[in-house]
T-cell receptor, first 111, second 116 residues
């Protein structure tokens, strides 16, 4: 069975603080893909990153970075120097034979 | 590339009527399309998966007679909510995937349905 757990339901920070969103997944498959999506108030899902199970390299894209640790089945996401525009719901998702989403973490960045 | 559109973006209908939502892949041929439902402050839940020319595969607990899915071409899938009730009010999101190892899904902007 698939399962994606996002431990934090809500996170509130002041602008310029760093934010780390945790994601732990569970799968029996050896080949799978992990994703992070952002959902702003408009509702449209914004793709942030895809990572396959064989690529454990961490990635940085601007203020965003991701830490994939297969040994602990975690795929955490950090926003550095957060901005008000980062306020959104962030979903971690796992795809082996089906795409399953975590419950989401609501991030609020206050000016 | 990989743009998916949905129409309408929002709809209000009366209880008992049917509503059709369209999902189109604009610049690619989608081998598979998916329909998700998202209630307020909740995650996306997969409703059904459809392949062009085949019957849709519904997730457990989703009534196939209520949520009719038609995938007539490689660029168009429709979801019809039949005899809608207020509890069907939700945000409906479609996605489409090309044939690729990652089966990455490209999401539409969503349709907000309100049944009064």
């Amino acid at each position: 069975a698939q399962k994606v757990t996002q431990a934090q339901t809500e996170i509130s920070v002041v602008e310029k603080e760093d934010v780390t969103l945790d994601c732990v997944y569970e799968t029996r498959d050896t080949t799978y893909y992990l994703f992070w999506y952002k959902q702003p108030p408009s509702g449209e899902l914004v793709f942030l990153i895809r990572r396959n199970s064989f690529d454990e390299q961490n990635e940085i894209s601007g203020r965003y970075s991701w830490n994939f640790q297969k040994s602990t089945s975690s795929f955490n996401f950090t926003i550095t120097a957060s901005q008000v525009v980062d306020s959104a719901v962030y979903f971690c998702a796992l795809n082996d034979y089906k795409l399953s989403f975590g419950a989401g973490t609501t991030v609020t960045v206050r000016a | 590339g990989a743009v998916v559109s949905q129409h309408p973006s929002w709809v209000i209908c009366k209880s008992g009527t049917s509503v059709k939502i369209e999902c189109r892949s604009l610049d690619f041929q989608a081998t598979t399309m998916f329909w998700y439902r998202q209630f307020p402050k909740q995650s996306l839940m997969l409703m059904a998966t459809s392949n062009e020319g085949s019957k849709a595969t519904y997730e457990q607990g989703v009534e196939k007679d209520k949520f009719l899915i038609n995938h007539a071409s490689l660029t168009l899938s429709t979801l019809t909510v039949t005899s809608a009730h207020p509890e069907d009010s939700s945000f409906y999101i479609c996605s489409a995937s090309k044939r690729s190892p990652s089966n990455e899904q490209y999401f539409g902007p969503g349709t907000r349905l309100t049944v009064t």
